[in-house]
């Protein structure tokens, strides 16, 4: 397939640690846009064959710029990947308003505006995918990280009332939940709750990504799909 012949996907926080798996498995049968306030963006997409755009998820003019170069560049997008980075941490109530807003900025708000900045496309090209990429603590909170579980999760349910609304004209809407990933050190005690003994390589959380948003998965929508190693035992 020639680069002018595949789908087009943008990635926020794409230059490192998830986001860089996740571009990395995609560009096999996407052109991918990186999306990152860092300039290894540049370096990423020079290595993938694909488009930077320097940037903040949290700037809405950034995000508007995202999407409106991706458009003129390429006249389509035919997936989303919503990545962030780490909201503010810190003891329950110690947490400032300003932390929530933070938080709130980052995860939430932007996901919303950059999806509904995209969704004109996918509608007049009959499709399109979006996957956010959230956290197991959804389902099993973290007093370590607050912020993260609180609005990861209102993010889930955003996206599953966005797959309902917008499932009839041929897009879907999916969120993966990781688990603890080989970015950092691991801590042993962490290492003891995963069944599968290791944390994940980025790339296997990319896979999970690239299935999603490809055709193998076109009935799959409205779905937390949780790849932790086995950690987060689901009933």
């Known amino acids: ?94 947490l400032t308003e300003a932390d929530w807003e933070d938080g709130l900025d980052l995860i939430l708000r932007s996901a919303i505006h950059l999806t509904s900045l995209v969704t004109p496309a996918f509608l007049a090209q009959g499709g399109g995918a979006v996957v956010a990429v959230t956290t197991y603590a959804t389902l099993v909170p973290e007093l370590a990280m607050p912020v993260s579980s609180v609005l990861r999760a209102a993010l889930q349910n955003w996206m599953k009332l966005y797959a309902t609304r917008y499932g009839a004209d041929g897009i879907r809407a999916n969120c993966v939940l990781p688990g603890f990933v080989d970015t950092h050190p691991a801590d042993p005690a962490r290492l003891a709750a995963i069944p599968a003994g290791r944390y994940a390589d980025p790339a296997e959380l990319g896979r999970v990504v690239a299935f999603l948003v490809s055709d193998a998965a076109s009935f799959v929508s409205g779905q937390n799909i949780v790849a932790d190693g086995g950690m987060i035992p689901i009933p």
Do not use: Y
């Not at 490192?16 to 995609?26: C, D, F, K, P, Q």
């Not at 020079?46 to 003019?61: N, T, Y």
């Open 1 to 94: 397939m020639t680069q002018q012949m595949k789908p087009v996907a943008i990635v926020t926080a794409g230059s490192s640690g998830i986001g860089a798996g996740i571009v990395r498995e995609l560009a096999g049968s996407h052109q991918v846009v990186v999306l990152s306030r860092s300039s290894a963006a540049e370096e990423i997409a020079d290595e993938v064959g694909g488009l930077a755009v320097i940037g903040s998820m949290s700037d809405k003019e950034d995000r508007e710029r995202l999407v409106a170069t991706t458009l003129e560049r390429f006249g389509r997008v035919d997936a989303l990947v919503l990545n962030t980075g780490h909201p503010p941490k810190g003891d329950l109530l110690e």
